[in-house]
């Protein structure tokens, strides 16, 4: 009685698909796997808004912290951003006069005027208009920064002091001092904005200051009326934008950012910046250190024990030069 295809049993059906089949066809045939799609890069939105506070530092300069306060005491690894912004020399002229550091990088901006830094190590600066300054206090390093009115010039003041957390393994390494003239930040286009670059990379050009273990971006962004601007954003950064004049529009949902308002970004991949009227903004971002922090004054380390030897070692010479 013939067997019908019911009746195949596993060597008749291979026998079978040997000789229908040609060699090499059924490794063609193997079903692979679909691939996911790759995500689309995703805006990084407004998680919190907050606004400057006014505040008096130093030996009496009046000034307004976004950062710093308690409203936001810090976004690791930025740890304070002050605004410096008068025409009254009364406001400023009375400056920062020696006092010491330590643990920590302070990052000074300069817009108008000018400031005057010097420090234990034998540093001396002037800071004009566009200039920056990026200093690793590391083990110690005790400087003064005055603010100047130079002949000729106006009396308006206006600069940023930013300070940026050091890792527990690079607390104590010497200090080093960046001074960067105007002339050595660098300038591009990014769609419709005109884009000062401090720190980090844009379209292949990398910013002057180098080598700070957080590997920050620091960009003074200006948008016109109408103008809009998008560039990729390391997705592992905390970052945030100030905006320093008129008004930004921020993230897909373009959430309405004013000037003395700091904009905290939440997760994503890149920054987008809109603005109707235009305006200027800071644009930071830095890879966040994720260890404890304890503060006092000039001193971030990170434990009580360890700014207590700070304070110690300030108050009996020892803090400068290790």
Known sequence: M???????????????????????ALGACRMEAPRAAASPPRPREVANLVDAQPTVEGAGVHLRRALGSHALPMLDPFLLL?????????????????HPHRGFETVTYVLDGAMEHRDSMGNHGHLGPGSAQWMTAGHGIVHAEMPLQERGGTDRMWAFQL?????????????????????????????DASVRLVAGEV???????????????MLDVSL??????????????NAFVYVI???????SARTAVAAG?????????????????????????????????????????????????????????????G
């Not at 002050?82 to 006069?97: A, K, M, R, T």
Request: net charge negative.
């Open 245 to 251: 004049e008129g008004r930004a529009e921020v993230g």
């Open 82 to 98: 002050d605004e410096i912004h008068s025409d009254n020399p009364d406001d400023y002229l009375p400056g920062f006069p020696t």
């Open 2 to 24: 013939a067997r019908g295809p019911q009746d195949l049993d596993r060597r008749d059906l291979l026998k079978a698909l040997a000789v229908a089949v040609p060699a090499g």
């Open 261 to 321: 308002q700091l904009a905290v970004l939440g997760a994503g991949d890149l920054l987008a910046l809109r603005s109707a009227s235009g305006g200027r903004m800071l644009c930071l971002a830095a890879r966040p250190i994720g260890e404890p922090v304890a503060r006092y004054g000039p001193f971030v380390m990170n434990t009580e024990d360890e700014i207590r030897q700070a304070v110690d070692d300030y108050r009996a010479g020892r803090l400068v030069g």
């Open 163 to 191: 300070w940026v957390n050091l890792p527990a393994a690079n607390k104590m390494i010497r200090p080093r001092y960046q001074d960067i003239a105007p002339a050595r930040v660098v300038e591009a286009m990014v769609d």
């Open 203 to 217: 379209d292949g050009r990398r910013g002057p200051v180098e080598g700070i273990v957080s590997a920050p971006e």
């Open 224 to 237: 016109p009326p109408r103008g809009s601007m998008t560039r990729a954003l390391p997705p592992t950064h």
